[in-house]
């Protein structure tokens, strides 16, 4: 019975410990889908205003995210990857093709 309530705690453990270990994934997951959800309300009520704010706290909210997970560089990354991308027509075009014939694959 020992063995058994000891095993059970260090699985609780190892569970508690990935949680916590990916908490801010998890936060700002949450806060993403929250703030995306007040995007498409504000965008089903003609709200430019409240559609903006909204943009803006989930982009602010983002960068949060990824400071406390200590992965701001791959939050930087991932923006300057997208400026690149969508300042170069031919590139977009060539990536979506290419996602395109891999998701048929």
């Given amino acids: 019975m020992k063995h058994e309530t000891a ?3 260090q699985l609780a453990d190892q569970i ?3 949680y916590n270990k990916n908490k801010p994934y998890y936060q700002g997951k ?3 889908d929250i703030l995306e959800a ?3 309300d504000a965008l089903n009520s003609e709200d430019k205003f409240a559609f903006e704010n909204s943009d803006h706290a989930q982009f602010i909210s983002d960068m949060l995210a990824f400071s406390k997970a200590g992965k701001l560089q ?3 990354d991932m923006i300057n990857s997208n400026v690149d991308m969508y300042s ?3 590139a977009t075009e060539r990536d979506m093709l ?3 014939i891999r998701e048929l694959a």
Wanted: net charge neutral.
């Fill in 7 to 9: 095993e059970l705690q």
């Fill in 98 to 100: 290419g996602s395109e």
């Fill in 30 to 32: 949450a806060r993403r």
């Fill in 38 to 40: 007040a995007k498409l």
């Fill in 88 to 90: 170069n027509p031919d």
């Fill in 16 to 18: 508690n410990n990935a």
């Fill in 74 to 76: 791959d939050f930087k």
